[in-house]
């Protein structure tokens, strides 16, 4: 049974920073590219950041260069680093696992940014 079990959400400043985390379980974590998407109300889900089974990672424009998106391996972990968030940041961010015909979800977990 796969899971993949988001955490790390919440309330965050305008400028501060938020860590999301997301454990992987039933499969071969090294396998899969591993992406970020978020959801705000009333919009469709959008691709974020991913970062494929080599290592390389790709960003969505609206976050480069404030968001780091990394993989542990070892621990079947990935995550998100967001700094400097911004009111617009404010969604449900999930992430996705894939590889060639698979494709999985986790729950999401909520992020707001609001003074």
């Known amino acids: 049974q796969v899971q993949l079990v988001e955490s790390g959400g919440g309330l965050g400043q305008p400028g501060g920073s938020l860590r999301l985390s997301c454990a992987a379980s039933?499969?071969?974590?090294?396998?899969?590219?591993m992406d970020w998407y978020r959801q705000a109300p009333g919009k469709q889900r959008e691709l974020v950041a991913f970062?494929?089974?080599?290592?390389?990672?790709t960003y969505a424009d609206s976050v480069k260069g404030r968001f780091t998106i990394s993989r542990d391996n070892a621990e079947n972990t990935v995550y998100l680093e967001m700094n400097s968030l911004k009111p617009e940041d404010t969604a449900v961010y999930y992430c996705?696992?894939?590889?060639?015909?698979?494709?999985?979800w986790g729950q999401g977990t909520q992020v707001t940014v609001s003074s």
């Open positions: 039933g499969i071969i974590f090294s396998m899969y590219t």
């Open positions: 996705n696992a894939h590889t060639y015909g698979e494709s999985y």
């Open positions: 970062i494929t089974n080599g290592g390389t990672t």
